[in-house]
């Protein structure tokens, strides 16, 4: 058989080229999405971050598309300045900045002013209140290699109302134990003092008549009550390049928020399977009825223990006495015991 008779081989384009192609075909409703900033713009920050980090490229194609469609809700770029697309397993979070936040703040035309900060050690910090409300004082050092002691946010109103939010080192602590990102580069390592800013100004904004953007990130440092959804997980392996072929192995059109494959059921993209580009038929997954609340809280209890997190660090929100059988069932998956009700089963 000569050469000309062999099928052509399939050339499998680099991820980070798949990454740009599936943007800029949707740049339109990129543009519908975005109010101020072009969309080319806003492609060049998703792929320089992608660059940079290139375990985004590991994560699901529709999580990817939904930290973009939340960045262009909150209308901030995913520079790491104003917002970062964070990789947690094989889902994209958004994440807004410090920065970005503060700016959103700023343009709202609701207040006269307002700032978060940090102060050191050897700092003039003053917090008080009298008759007359609430004051602060504070006078910044120039050593900016001192610890830090407190994290303040302020804000004032156009109609003269001010609001003062103070975290001491002891809450920002708590906060941080809320993060389920214990990596290297997750983001409370990466930018400790710009989530330090950026929980004191997410305190601050529960205490103002309105905020410009929601605070309904990953990381949220003070949960409402209502559980988590425990994702599915698609097991893969570790290192750069199984992330890339896993991207590039990622089907096409999936633009609405999905589950991904349980453990057991992952793709094999990279490993033998298709190139990108074609079409493989896979079966339907079968209907799953959601975890029940005792599940979550297991399965939360074990996430936590595997992150690393202390025992005493239980949820805020079972720590109600109507949620005690939720904190008993994240006490055993913390412990690595059966769930609550398997025990009165057997």
């Known amino acids: ?30 543009r519908a ?52 697309i964070v990789p947690y397993k094989d889902k994209a979070n958004w994440i807004p900045m410090y920065r970005g936040l503060l700016r959103k703040f700023q343009q709202s035309g609701s207040f006269k002013w307002i700032t978060a900060n940090v102060v050191r050690e050897g700092e003039t910090f003053e917090h008080w209140i009298d008759e007359h409300g609430e004051h602060f004082k504070h006078v910044p050092g ?34 941080r134990k809320m993060s389920r990102a214990s990596r290297d580069d997750a983001p409370w390592n990466q930018w400790p003092e710009e989530m330090q800013k950026k929980s004191a100004l997410r305190r601050l904004s529960k205490m103002l008549p309105t905020a410009p953007i929601p605070f309904d990130d990953e990381d949220d440092d003070e949960p409402d009550g209502t559980p988590k959804p425990v994702p599915y997980t698609v097991t893969r392996e570790r290192g750069a390049a199984a992330a890339l072929d896993l ?18 059921e992952s793709a094999q ?29 297991y399965l939360r209890g074990k996430e936590a223990k595997s992150a690393k997190h202390e025992r005493k660090a239980l949820p805020g929100e079972y720590r109600s006495s109507a949620r005690d059988a939720e904190a008993e069932a994240w006490l055993a998956g913390y412990d690595g015991k059966p769930k609550p009700q398997e025990q009165a089963t057997g």
Do not use: H
């Open 269 to 297: 993209a990279g490993n033998g399977g298709s190139a990108a580009g074609e079409s493989v038929d896979q079966p339907a997954a079968p209907e799953q009825a959601p975890p029940d609340p005792l599940t979550i809280a």
């Open 1 to 30: 058989m000569t050469n000309s008779d062999s099928a052509p081989i399939a050339v499998q384009k680099a991820p980070i080229v798949i990454l740009k192609e599936r943007l800029e075909a949707r740049a339109g409703e990129l």
């Open 142 to 175: 120039e050593n900016g290699e001192s610890p830090v002691t407190k994290v303040y946010a302020m804000a004032t109103t156009l109609q003269g109302g001010v609001f003062i939010s103070v975290m001491s080192m002891s809450d920002i602590a708590k906060v």
């Open 33 to 84: 999405a975005l109010a101020e900033i072009p969309p080319e713009r806003f492609i060049r920050a998703v792929i320089t971050a992608a660059q940079i980090n290139p375990e985004i490229l590991a994560c699901q194609w529709n999580s990817v598309w939904l930290a973009c469609m939340k960045a262009c809700r909150d209308g901030l770029l995913p520079d790491g300045v104003e917002g970062a």
């Open 247 to 264: 991207f590039a192995g990622s089907p096409e059109g999936l633009d609405s928020v999905t589950p991904s494959a349980p453990s057991g």
